[in-house]
Nanobody
Framework: HVQLVESGGGAVQTGGSLRLSCTAR????????MGWFRQAPGQEREGVAS???????QYADSVKGRFTISRDNANNTLYLQMDNLKPEDTAMYTC??????????????????????WGQGTQVTVS
């Protein structure tokens, strides 16, 4: 049974930082393409960052230079370090896993369709 559990969301002021965590249960996270997505009310889900099996990363233009995706293989956990947060970063953030290598650019509209496993999400609010 595959499960992804996010934590670390919360409310911060503009310019603040948060680190989101996504712990994988039931599979080895390092063997999957992993991504972070977000969805604000009334908007489409969008890709934020991805981390491939070989360590390659991709970022949405809107978060480049501010967000960092990483993983801790020993703890089977994916992270998203978010710095210099802006009000437009407010959204529900969800981690997702895709068996094999990342095949779709994280900013592509169809990126979410590639991922088979999804967490429940953690809310980030920036004011």
């Amino acid at each position: 049974h595959v499960q992804l559990v996010e934590s670390g969301g919360g409310a911060v002021q503009t310019g603040g930082s948060l680190r989101l965590s996504c712990t994988a249960r039931g599979y080895t996270l390092s063997r999957y393409c992993m991504g972070w997505f977000r969805q604000a009310p009334g908007q489409e889900r969008e890709g934020v960052a991805s981390l491939d099996i070989d360590g390659r990363t991709q970022y949405a233009d809107s978060v480049k230079g501010r967000f960092t995706i990483s993983r801790d293989n020993a703890n089977n956990t994916l992270y998203l370090q978010m710095d210099n947060l802006k009000p437009e970063d407010t959204a529900m953030y969800t981690c997702a896993g895709d068996q094999g290598h990342c095949m779709t650019a994280i900013q592509a509209p169809g990126a979410p369709d590639e991922y088979q496993y999804w967490g429940q999400g953690t809310q980030v609010t920036v004011s």
